[in-house]
């Protein structure tokens, strides 16, 4: 990767809220990992988090300040972090965020000389002004065509096309790797503390303890396979979570109602995503409102998964490119246990993985910091 910048150290300071889990703090690492793999300085700005630890281990500096807390008392920062960059002198600033770009973009102001500011839109956010400032890149980041649309649809007047680049965000296939069965050992483990699930296919749906990552419409789904005869068990990966308790007992109570006891786990986040995953005959991606990319389809299907899901948004994207077999019409119960009851009688083929791959990630955005700082006119 050091090539791209034809042997010039670089340094690049990103901002972001925190550290604490997702895509766009995940991203953040990555790169930060390629820039010191490349030879290059890499500086992360964030009010801090669990994943700090790693983000240091790998090379890069932190530096601790609450750039993304919604408060008046984040203006404070806007100094603290102009003395930051006139201290790092930066090539670029890199904001991974709404408000920590606004304060980037302030704190940019009286340092000399300036450094080029590149944003990446993570997600469909809100439009609006407040939003806008994420158009104000030299380089505009885009994570699927899905939001490269979003963006030019809602800010027409506020960004040109030459300026949006699209970077899909890419999974390691070391960790995911093709064909990837657990071990025997963790098989045990698995079912001796989820027997429930033994005995049947696994579907598995990921996500966090909100109804707009479709929890219900899995549930309905078990009830109509259960109507044709097909036996199958269901785990809602990662939904138990603190402070949704209400929202958990509506799912039980779901689950009562349909008579499926015995049939269906709600389990809290684990670590362990990639085993479950290997292990399910069907991993589910239901989302009710369209996500900006649809990391779980490229995870499951780089470890030869098939996948199910609705067909909006990244996830409908990423199916239509990878697998079409798994597409379903938004909301549309029917064809969702017909399409259901095909994949688990014959899913087609998964061919390897070869593309959204993690070193594609991180490659092109290091050629497209290279491009800015080289002063390249956008294509």
């Excluded at 970077?167 to 093709?178: L, N, Q």
Aim: charged fraction near 25%; proline fraction near 7%.
């Amino acid at each position: 990767m050091a090539t791209v910048f034809e042997h010039r150290t670089m340094t690049v300071v990103q901002l972001i809220p925190a550290l604490n889990s997702g895509g766009a703090e995940r991203s953040t690492l990555e790169i930060g990992r390629a820039l010191v793999q490349a030879g290059h300085r890499s500086i992360v700005v964030s009010a801090g988090g669990p994943m700090v630890a790693q983000l240091e281990a790998e090379g890069s500096r932190h530096i601790a300040l609450p750039i993304g807390k919604k408060s008046l008392s984040t203006l404070f920062t806007v100094g603290k972090l102009r003395k930051v960059l006139r201290e790092v002198q930066p090539d670029i600033v890199h904001a991974r965020s709404r408000l920590p770009a606004w304060i980037g973009w302030w704190a940019m102001r009286g340092v000399k000389p300036r450094p080029h500011f590149v944003t990446t839109v993570h997600g469909l956010n809100t439009p609006g002004r407040y939003s806008a400032i994420l158009m104000r890149g030299e380089r505009v980041i885009v994570v699927s065509q899905t939001l490269r649309d979003y963006v030019l649809r809602h800010y027409p007047d506020d960004v040109d096309t030459a300026r949006i680049e699209v970077i899909p965000r890419g999974i390691d296939t070391e960790a995911f790797p093709y064909g990837y069965r657990p071990d025997d050992a963790w098989q045990r483990a698995f079912f001796e503390q989820y027997p429930q699930l033994a005995g049947a296919p696994l579907l598995t749906l990921p996500g966090r303890g909100t109804r707009l990552k479709g929890h219900a419409d899995a549930i309905e789904l078990m009830a109509d396979l259960a109507q044709r005869d097909i036996d199958a068990r269901l785990l809602l990966l990662g939904a138990d979570e603190p402070g949704r308790e209400a929202y958990i007992e509506e799912l039980r109570a779901l689950v009562r109602q349909r008579g499926l006891e015995g049939k269906v786990v709600i389990s809290p986040q684990r670590s362990d995503v990639r085993d479950i995953y290997a292990m399910s005959a069907l991993v589910l991606q239901l989302s009710k409102r369209p996500e900006s990319f649809g990391r779980t389809v490229v995870e499951a299907l780089a470890l030869c998964r098939p996948v199910m899901g609705y067909a909006h948004g990244g996830v409908g994207e990423l199916l239509a490119e990878l697998y079409p077999a798994g597409r379903v019409p938004l909301g549309d119960r029917e064809k969702l246990v017909e399409r259901a009851a095909e994949l688990l009688r014959f899913a087609p083929p998964i061919p390897p993985p070869r593309s959204y791959r993690l070193a594609d990630m991180q490659s092109a955005t290091l050629a497209l910091y290279a491009e800015v700082v080289q002063g390249k006119p956008a294509a």
